[in-house]
C-alpha cells in the first residue's frame, strides 16, 4: 500500500469540504485570508520543525524562477477555488476539476515530455469525459 499516495488522496477528497465549513460565512477575501493565513502557520511550523534538512545552497535562480510561478498559479487556483466552492455544490465541482485537470495534465506531459498515450490511458480519458457531459447535462 502506498501512504502517501493515499494521504494525498483523501487530503484532496476531503478538504474542499473542510474548506467550504471554513469560509461558509466570510467575503471571499476573508476566506482567502484565513485559509492561507492558517496555512502559513502549518508551513512554519513544519519548516521549523525541518529546519535541520533545509539546504539553502541547493536552490538556484532556476528553482525560484519555477518556485514563483507555481506560487502564483497555486494563489491563482486557490483563490477561484475558495469562490466556486461557496457557491456550488462541492462534490459536482471537484468531479469536474480533477477530471479536466487529469486531462489537462496528460495533454501537458505530451507537449512537454512527448510521452505517448496507451490505449487504457485513452479509453480512462474518454470515459472520464463522457462522465463529464452526462454531469453537466
Given at each position: 500500500?502506498?501512504?502517501?499516495?493515499?494521504?494525498?488522496?483523501?487530503?484532496?477528497?476531503?478538504?474542499?469540504?473542510?474548506?467550504?465549513?471554513?469560509?461558509?460565512?466570510?467575503?471571499?477575501?476573508?476566506?482567502?485570508?484565513?485559509?492561507?493565513?492558517?496555512?502559513?502557520?502549518?508551513?512554519?511550523?513544519?519548516?521549523?520543525?525541518?529546519?535541520?534538512?533545509?539546504?539553502?545552497?541547493?536552490?538556484?535562480?532556476?528553482?525560484?524562477?519555477?518556485?514563483?510561478?507555481?506560487?502564483?498559479?497555486?494563489?491563482?487556483?486557490?483563490?477561484?477555488?475558495?469562490?466556486?466552492?461557496?457557491?456550488?455544490?462541492?462534490?459536482?465541482?471537484?468531479?469536474?476539476?480533477?477530471?479536466?485537470?487529469?486531462?489537462?495534465?496528460?495533454?501537458?506531459?505530451?507537449?512537454?515530455?512527448?510521452?505517448t498515450l496507451t490505449m487504457r490511458e485513452?479509453?480512462?480519458?474518454?470515459?472520464?469525459?463522457?462522465?463529464?457531459?452526462?454531469?453537466?447535462?
Amino acid at each position: 500500500m502506498n501512504v502517501p499516495i493515499i494521504v494525498v488522496f483523501l487530503s484532496y477528497s476531503i478538504n474542499p469540504f473542510v474548506r467550504k465549513f471554513a469560509i461558509i460565512n466570510m467575503n471571499s477575501c476573508t476566506g482567502y485570508a484565513l485559509l492561507q493565513g492558517t496555512t502559513l502557520v502549518g508551513n512554519i511550523v513544519y519548516l521549523y520543525l525541518q529546519k535541520d534538512n533545509l539546504q539553502i545552497k541547493d536552490i538556484t535562480l532556476h528553482n525560484i524562477q519555477y518556485s514563483i510561478l507555481s506560487s502564483a498559479l497555486t494563489i491563482l487556483s486557490s483563490y477561484q477555488m475558495n469562490t466556486l466552492i461557496k457557491t456550488c455544490s462541492v462534490a459536482n465541482l471537484t468531479t469536474k476539476v480533477q477530471v479536466l485537470t487529469i486531462v489537462s495534465t496528460y495533454t501537458v506531459d505530451y507537449i512537454i515530455n512527448h510521452n505517448t498515450l496507451t490505449m487504457r490511458e485513452l479509453f480512462g480519458i474518454f470515459l472520464m469525459l463522457s462522465g463529464i457531459m452526462v454531469i453537466v447535462r
